[in-house]
């Protein structure tokens, strides 16, 4: 692509939740308010937008990446998913149903972010240790929870199972 | 927080990449961006076009060959982790980048940025300064290359000129063994102290020592005189003990919120003593 003025609009073609989107943005715009503003997906959240808090943890390819650290042209082409593509209709996939029953939330504010960090965990390990968790999920902040009931919910039994049986889907 | 405008392209060669760079003081290039954008979020840094190097496949390659790994510039750091030539041939970077940022960085950000960058709280200035690797920098005019040594300048400071972009790291594969140690607040926040230490035995004595101290100073440090004083040496706690003592004596760290200077020195030596301990252990098993 060859230089865009900066007030130039971009148009970019990608794919949310298995929807294919078009849509047209300046360069400066992230990932984050692009999905929110150009697509309407107000489920990821903007908080520190500068890569620290984790809240707009969203899957780019199938890995983790901030959406605040990305430009929404670099969408262009790329497979992405978010939290609107996770609860099929208002049933809620067991990970999020195991977040609900262990009061992983309270404002709900850091959630999608996490399950979207607890999501890629649990398909490279079904079965991750507390340890592994605490590691895994210290790019994320959470200011109400205490971080524990949100270990408890990512390793939840029922979660290890939904977890393993998309592993060999 | 919201980024300043800037323009925006997005080459597919190394070739126009240099070309947009040198035709604009002011543009910059987009690696992983896990450090570009924040900055650009904080308004710290106004660039006038970012040259996005998301493109180009011919960066993104580890390859080993005639005793060097060479590692591209936008690999990231999630390659890095995952890489098994890494593991057999550069055990200190695989070590090393599992402390690098979380998994949601790793995922986008590259080697090339980060030492582009030039944190001197950053693990990957420290690997290639430990491995003496050396920086492939391209320009109009051609490709020319920096020794590690070389490299860094200070905070924030390294080699490459205006209109220039690193496109490969080449690291030569050491025969020493390898260990490194870091503590930092919580995991994945910059290192308040690291050190890695490499040791070469022969008969238990060794012949070779390099170590690397790194967030101690405003880029990464080779404690030259312990090394000097390994040679010849059984590696024993004590000994380990010494050149740790050695490596830390005149160190003039400095001191901010995280730490003190003298915690930072203090931690340095147990760092080093740590680290080549475990080298010691590494080599005879």
């Given at each position: 692509?060859?230089?865009?003025?900066?007030?130039?609009?971009?148009?970019?073609?990608?794919?949310?939740?298995?929807?294919?989107?078009?849509?047209?943005?300046?360069?400066?715009?992230?990932?984050?308010?692009?999905?929110?503003?150009?697509?309407?997906?107000?489920?990821?959240?903007?908080?520190?937008?500068?890569?620290v808090?984790?809240?707009?943890?969203?899957?780019?390819?199938?890995?983790?990446?901030?959406?605040?650290?990305?430009?929404?042209?670099?969408?262009?082409?790329?497979?992405?998913?978010?939290?609107?593509?996770?609860?099929?209709?208002?049933?809620?996939?067991?990970?999020?149903?195991?977040?609900?029953?262990?009061?992983?939330?309270?404002?709900?504010?850091?959630?999608?972010?996490?399950?979207?960090?607890?999501?890629?965990?649990?398909?490279?390990?079904?079965?991750?240790?507390?340890?592994?968790?605490r590691?895994?999920?210290?790019?994320?902040?959470?200011?109400?929870?205490?971080?524990?009931?949100?270990?408890?919910?990512?390793?939840?039994?029922?979660?290890?199972?939904?977890?393993r049986?998309?592993?060999?889907? | 927080?919201?980024?300043?405008?800037?323009?925006?392209?997005?080459?597919?060669?190394?070739?126009?990449?240099?070309?947009?760079?040198?035709?604009?003081d002011?543009?910059?290039?987009?690696?992983?961006?896990?450090?570009?954008?924040?900055?650009?979020?904080?308004?710290?840094?106004?660039?006038?076009?970012?040259?996005?190097?998301?493109?180009?496949?011919?960066?993104?390659?580890?390859t080993?060959?005639?005793?060097?790994?060479?590692?591209?510039?936008?690999?990231?750091?999630?390659?890095?982790?995952?890489?098994?030539?890494?593991?057999t041939?550069?055990?200190?970077?695989?070590?090393?980048?599992?402390?690098?940022?979380?998994?949601?960085?790793?995922?986008?950000?590259?080697?090339?940025?980060?030492?582009?960058?030039?944190?001197?709280?950053?693990?990957?200035?420290?690997?290639?300064?430990?491995?003496?690797?050396?920086?492939?920098?391209?320009?109009?005019?051609?490709?020319?290359?920096?020794?590690?040594?070389?490299?860094?300048?200070?905070?924030?400071?390294?080699?490459?000129?205006?209109?220039?972009?690193?496109?490969?790291?080449?690291?030569?594969?050491?025969?020493?063994?390898?260990?490194?140690?870091?503590?930092?607040?919580?995991?994945?926040?910059?290192?308040?102290?690291?050190?890695?230490?490499?040791?070469?035995?022969?008969?238990?004595?060794?012949?070779?020592?390099?170590?690397?101290?790194?967030?101690?100073?405003?880029?990464?440090?080779?404690?030259?005189?312990?090394?000097?004083?390994?040679?010849?040496?059984?590696?024993?706690?004590?000994?380990a003990?010494?050149?740790?003592?050695?490596?830390?004596?005149?160190?003039?760290s400095?001191?901010?919120?995280?730490?003190?200077?003298?915690?930072?020195?203090?931690?340095?030596?147990t760092?080093?003593?740590?680290?080549?301990?475990?080298?010691?252990?590494?080599?005879?098993?």
């Amino acid at each position: 692509m060859k230089r865009v003025a900066e007030d130039e609009l971009i148009q970019v073609r990608t794919t949310v939740n298995g929807r294919s989107y078009t849509f047209s943005t300046e360069a400066r715009v992230n990932l984050a308010d692009a999905l929110r503003y150009e697509l309407g997906l107000l489920g990821t959240k903007v908080g520190c937008e500068h890569g620290v808090c984790g809240a707009c943890t969203i899957l780019v390819d199938g890995k983790s990446a901030r959406a605040c650290l990305m430009l929404g042209v670099q969408a262009e082409g790329r497979d992405i998913s978010t939290i609107e593509g996770w609860a099929t209709g208002k049933e809620l996939n067991p990970l999020q149903e195991s977040f609900r029953r262990h009061h992983a939330l309270q404002c709900g504010f850091c959630t999608s972010g996490f399950l979207a960090t607890a999501t890629e965990l649990l398909r490279e390990n079904p079965t991750p240790t507390r340890e592994e968790v605490r590691e895994r999920i210290s790019g994320n902040l959470c200011r109400c929870t205490g971080y524990e009931t949100i270990v408890d919910a990512i390793c939840d039994p029922e979660v290890a199972a939904f977890a393993r049986g998309e592993q060999s889907a | 927080m919201k980024f300043p405008a800037f323009a925006y392209a997005r080459p597919a060669t190394v070739e126009e990449a240099v070309t947009l760079l040198a035709s604009d003081d002011e543009a910059r290039p987009l690696a992983g961006g896990q450090t570009l954008l924040p900055i650009l979020a904080l308004r710290m840094s106004m660039p006038s076009c970012l040259v996005d190097l998301n493109d180009l496949e011919e960066l993104k390659s580890i390859t080993v060959g005639d005793g060097v790994v060479r590692v591209g510039a936008m690999v990231t750091h999630a390659q890095n982790l995952a890489s098994a030539e890494h593991r057999t041939h550069l055990p200190l970077l695989s070590a090393a980048v599992r402390h690098v940022a979380h998994e949601a960085i790793r995922t986008r950000g590259t080697i090339g940025g980060s030492l582009a960058h030039a944190d001197a709280a950053a693990e990957m200035p420290l690997v290639v300064t430990a491995l003496e690797a050396t920086m492939v920098i391209v320009n109009q005019q051609g490709e020319r290359r920096v020794a590690a040594s070389d490299f860094f300048g200070g905070h924030f400071t390294t080699a490459i000129e205006a209109g220039e972009l690193l496109t490969a790291i080449e690291f030569p594969i050491s025969d020493h063994r390898w260990a490194f140690e870091e503590v930092a607040r919580r995991p994945g926040d910059f290192a308040l102290v690291m050190a890695a230490a490499g040791l070469k035995l022969n008969n238990g004595a060794c012949e070779s020592a390099r170590i690397t101290l790194g967030s101690v100073a405003d880029r990464p440090l080779r404690a030259t005189e312990a090394e000097t004083f390994l040679v010849g040496k059984s590696v024993t706690a004590g000994v380990a003990a010494e050149a740790a003592q050695i490596a830390t004596q005149d160190l003039k760290s400095h001191g901010d919120i995280h730490a003190s200077a003298e915690y930072r020195r203090t931690v340095a030596g147990t760092m080093v003593k740590r680290a080549l301990t475990r080298a010691a252990m590494e080599q005879s098993a």
